[in-house]
């Protein structure tokens, strides 16, 4: 057998093998960390293993998450009663579900079952922010009832657990409060396709044994209202609470400082802004309604984010120990030709003006204006378009009050020679019987100059109404003014100017000018109509001062008013200038008219049984004027 001899090599390597392992051993040995992570795991495999008995092993921390649960569900208890079932269940977060369509988007928390958030989709603010008629906490919704267990909740300290369906295109959110499975207080949102209308109910199954029927249900709905247009002053004019009562008559708060109301059988109410509006539409009216209106403008030069507070309370009946209560939401412009075809009178929150101004609006002047929007896509054009239809149907009055003045002008000699031949205060009356002679014998009437300008004071008014009301104008520009809703600013002044503004405005500087040439020209024409009489007020002088301030009220306060307002009188005064003109030097012929009165003197009059009654009078007062003249 052979020896085995010692290899020198092999030491070596063995060696550098065992060197290598050693280092290899040091440099990956776990640090005190891992040591620790290590033992603990050890420890825990061990506690999970079974032992020889039959009992299952839990988790400590398990056991740790629900004795908690519990404490807290016995706590929510002790304050909730079996409304704690709602706080235990795994909607009871501040979750949100959001409910939408083209024209609206909803956000609607699980606390409260409550509106979070309520955006208008085509529109901005004034700014180009978005426009949100509910953000930020600013509105709330809730419920006060009592419990069987004489307890006091509000539903807006709840948790509600939603679950959204679909009824054919519309979306439905179902908000539950729940005591049980089946047993819930329910709040079921139903969103149509490109309507701003949801169909909103409140509703309660099975918790007749829960709610104290004897303690009223109070509906408690509050908004504070953003600012979302130019003129904090002129939005806060137009920002105010409308509501219907029973008899289908509409009624509002004051816009003023702060106003309440308490009403009974009230259908709906609006909290309506200046543009837009949340209006509650309830099928069964409020038996009892406590309605509040607040400005929170305090300064108008101060940026502010809200303009009013707004505040309905009203009892909800019960039947049967059940809640059972059918509503609309309509949250969305104030425009008239959506809110006119809900049948509920919504429509009237648009302030067309009362009487014979909201008809003028109504029938007249949207449809003129819906028609020309049409096809003219410049709405500053249609503006202008509206006013030439307006003064040529009411050019008719102007050419009978023009018409009026020249005869009148045409008798101031006849007129001038009564005074002369009967001055003093004595014979007063005797020189306005033979005046009114004159007058009755030519066949002209003093008054059938002021009654085409009467006549015309209505459209006057109705469109006062009808611009600022009108949404389509909202953020359209026309020359110079980028909103015909708002005012035309051309200029900002370093300092503001009482009762004026911090800026110039030009279409009602515009408006101004146009009105003073119209009120030189009526002047000169009143004051050729007849001499003035002793004992009469003078005319002259207060036609003289009306010429002067009437453009100086124009200029003050249609500064912050809409611009197309001011665009309209502006265009208005212009054309009744150019058709005073028109009629004077190329209808009206002086030497035919006083023809014509000369013919007419000489025909055989009958005298109206007012003319009549009117020279009996003021015989009688010349006579008692004789008597007491003679006991002096």
């Not at 509040?292 to 502010?304: G, H, P, R, W």
Request: charged share 25%; with cysteine.
């Amino acid at each position: 057998m052979e020896e085995k001899k010692f290899d020198i090599n092999s030491l070596i390597g063995f060696v550098l093998l065992g060197a290598i392992m050693i280092w290899w051993m040091y440099t990956n040995q776990p640090t005190p960390e891992e040591l620790a992570a290590e033992k603990a795991k050890t420890e825990q495999v061990q506690e999970e293993t079974p032992t020889s008995t039959t009992t299952k092993s839990i988790d400590s921390d398990s056991i740790i998450t629900q004795v908690t649960d519990s404490l807290s569900f016995e706590k929510a208890k002790g304050e909730l009663g079996a409304f704690a079932y709602s706080a235990s269940l795994p909607s009871a977060t501040n979750n949100e579900t959001i409910l939408e369509n083209d024209l609206i988007k909803l956000v609607i928390s699980n606390k409260g079952g409550q509106i979070k958030e309520a955006l208008i989709k085509k529109y901005v603010t004034h700014d180009s922010l978005p426009l949100y008629i509910v953000k930020d906490n600013n509105a709330s919704f809730n419920i006060n009832f009592g419990t069987s267990d004489n307890r006091s909740l509000n539903t807006k300290d709840l948790f509600f657990e939603p679950s959204v369906t679909k009824n054919g295109e519309n979306k439905v959110l179902s908000m539950k409060l729940k005591v049980a499975e089946d047993k819930f207080l329910e709040y079921r949102y139903e969103l149509k396709p490109d309507e701003y209308m949801i169909d909103f109910m409140i509703r309660s199954q099975g918790l007749s044994s829960a709610i104290n029927s004897s303690q009223q249900l109070v509906l408690d709905w509050d908004l504070k209202a953003f600012k979302n247009e130019k003129s904090i002053r002129y939005e806060n004019q137009q920002t105010e609470m409308y509501y219907e009562k029973e008899d289908e008559k509409i009624d509002y708060l004051s816009v003023g400082k702060e106003d309440d109301a308490e009403e009974s059988d009230v259908n709906w109410v609006a909290f309506k802004q200046h543009f837009f509006s949340s209006i509650l539409i309830t099928d069964d009216a409020f038996e009892k309604a406590t309605l509040t209106s607040k400005s929170l403008v305090e300064n108008e030069d101060i940026d502010t984010t809200f303009t009013k507070q707004f505040h309905l309370k009203a009892p909800i009946a019960l039947e049967n120990g059940e809640i059972n209560h059918k509503m609309n939401w309509y949250i969305g412009p104030n425009d008239y030709q959506i809110l006119k075809k809900y049948d509920r009178n919504i429509k009237e929150v648009v302030n067309l003006g009362w009487g014979i101004f909201g008809f003028i609006n109504r029938y007249i002047f949207i449809p003129v204006f819906n028609f020309l929007q049409g096809f003219i896509g410049n709405y500053g054009l249609i503006i202008i378009l509206l006013t030439i239809v307006v003064r040529i149907i009411m050019s008719p009055l102007v050419y009978k009050s023009y018409l009026s003045s020249a005869k009148m002008k045409v008798l101031r000699p006849e007129m001038e020679e009564i005074n002369k031949r009967l001055p003093g205060k004595e014979n007063a009356m005797k020189r306005q019987q033979e005046t009114m002679a004159v007058q009755s014998k030519a066949g002209v009437s003093p008054l059938s100059g002021c009654i085409p300008a009467l006549l015309q004071m209505p459209v006057f008014f109705a469109l006062f109404r009808f611009f600022p009301s009108n949404i389509d104008l909202r953020q359209k520009g026309f020359l110079w003014a980028e909103d015909l809703s708002a005012y035309d600013s051309v200029f900002k002044l370093p300092f503001k100017i009482p009762m004026y503004g911090d800026h110039i405005s030009l279409f009602p500087i515009l408006a101004s000018v146009a009105i003073f040439f119209y009120m030189r020209m009526s002047q000169s024409q009143q004051m050729n109509m007849q001499p003035q009489q002793e004992g009469m007020p003078d005319m002259q002088k207060m036609m003289k001062m009306m010429m002067y301030l009437s453009p100086v009220m124009m200029l003050i306060f249609f500064n912050m008013y809409a611009s197309s307002l001011s665009l309209y009188y502006f265009v208005s005064n212009l054309l009744t200038v150019g058709i005073m003109l028109v009629i004077k030097n190329y209808i009206i012929d002086e030497d035919k008219i006083h023809a014509k009165i000369q013919e007419n003197k000489l025909k055989p009059k009958k005298e109206s049984k007012f003319r009549q009654k009117l020279n009996d009078a003021m015989k009688q007062a010349q006579e008692q004027q004789a008597k007491q003249q003679k006991k002096k």
